[in-house]
């Protein structure tokens, strides 16, 4: 599989959120390019079933990731359409 790419997404969305983004910010964060061609990596790597156990334990983690910032992301959308 392929090697991790040099910013993983997990350290994306730490280094976003340490940044303090506003409501709008979140609401429109996306992954670099980089993250994303790592996550369809993962993806087709799990399809094909030939995923190392520590591709498998990052798959893991992004999926839990990817769960947690869409719910972030549909609060402060939430909120923010609340505020105006």
């Not at 964060?29 to 790592?38: D, G, I």
């Not at 909120?79 to 105006?84: F, G, I, N, T, V």
């Given at each position: 599989?392929?090697?991790?790419?040099?910013?993983?997404?997990?350290?994306?969305?730490?280094?976003?959120?340490?940044?303090?983004?506003t409501r709008?910010?979140?609401?429109a964060?996306?992954?670099?390019?980089?993250?994303?061609?790592?996550v369809?990596?993962?993806?087709?790597?799990?399809?094909?079933?030939?995923?190392?156990?520590?591709?498998?334990?990052?798959?893991?983690?992004?999926?839990?990731?990817?769960?947690?910032?869409?719910?972030?992301?549909?609060?402060?959308?939430r909120?923010?359409?609340?505020?105006?």
């Open positions: 599989m392929a090697s991790a790419a040099s910013v993983s997404p997990v350290d994306e969305v730490a280094e976003f959120f340490a940044q303090a983004p709008e910010q979140i609401v964060f996306h992954f670099s390019v980089e993250a994303q061609e790592r369809r990596a993962l993806l087709a790597g799990n399809a094909a079933g030939t995923l190392t156990p520590a591709e498998q334990r990052e798959l893991d983690q992004l999926v839990v990731l990817d769960d947690v910032v869409s719910l972030i992301r549909a609060r402060a959308q909120d923010a359409s609340s505020a105006a």
